[in-house]
């Protein structure tokens, strides 16, 4: 079984700072592309950031220059570093990944995990 988990969310003020985190476990062989993806109260499901296997990286506009996103392959883990966080980053993201594992790829989703930026 091949799942993926996210961490790192909460409660933040205006200009602070999140690291989220996915975690994939279960048998896997190969992680090709990540991303995430947000959904906040009353909108669609947006991109945020992806990144490829070669470490190729790609950003939303209302997010670039502020968000990270990177990977630890050797962990199978990818990361969403968040930086100056605003009021309309608060949604829930989820973390994306399309995994090799048992002779196929998978296109996996994580349950999410919620940002709240208040003061």
């Known amino acids: 079984q091949v799942q993926l988990v996210e961490s790192g969310g909460g409660l933040v003020q205006p200009g602070g700072s999140l690291r989220l985190s996915c975690a994939a476990s279960g048998s896997i062989f190969s992680i090709a592309d990540m991303g995430w993806y947000r959904q906040a109260p009353g909108k669609e499901r947006e991109l945020v950031a992806t990144i490829t296997g070669g470490d190729t990286t790609n950003y939303a506009d209302s997010v670039k220059g502020r968000f990270t996103i990177s990977r630890d392959n050797a962990k199978n883990t990818g990361f969403l570093q968040m930086n100056s966080l605003r009021p309309e980053d608060t949604a829930i993201y989820y973390c994306?990944?399309?995994?090799?594992?048992?002779?196929?790829?998978?296109?996996?989703w994580g349950k999410g995990t919620l940002v709240t930026v208040s003061s």
């Open positions: 994306q990944a399309k995994v090799f594992s048992l002779w196929r790829w998978l296109e996996l």
